[in-house]
């Protein structure tokens, strides 16, 4: 059965960082690529970044270029988002998924964290 289990969310000051990992169990984790979506409240569910399964290319929406960065640690089973320069449009909640497909194609991922909840105040 896979398991994705997020952490680290929180509520956090505008300016701020906030560090979310991803723990994987019951796939083989260096087989998929992973992404980072977040809804916010009355909103779709929007990729945030991706990272294909080797790590050797990203992608991030245009919101969070050059304030969020996706890593991952495959010894770990682990994906990584770091939040930096924190915005209160940054609030939502935060899942993890996972994809044997297309990295950037919201639609093709197949498994989800439960979400964890991220608020930033001004």
């Known amino acids: 059965q896979v398991q994705l289990v997020e952490s680290g969310g929180g509520l956090m000051q505008a300016g701020g960082s906030l560090r979310l990992s991803c723990a994987a169990s019951?796939?083989?984790?260096?087989?998929?690529?992973m992404g980072w979506f977040r809804q916010a409240p009355g909103k779709g569910r929007d990729l945030v970044t991706a990272i294909t399964s080797s790590g050797g290319s990203t992608y991030y929406a245009d919101s969070v270029k050059g304030r969020f960065t996706i890593s991952r640690d495959n010894a770990k089973n682990t994906v990584y988002l770091q939040m930096n320069s924190l915005k209160p449009e940054d609030t939502a909640i935060y899942y993890c998924?996972?994809?044997?497909?297309?990295?950037?194609?919201?639609?093709?991922?197949?498994?989800w964290g439960q979400g964890t909840q991220v608020t930033v105040s001004s």
């Open positions: 019951g796939l083989t984790f260096r087989s998929y690529a």
């Open positions: 998924a996972a994809t044997s497909n297309w990295y950037k194609s919201s639609s093709l991922y197949s498994y």
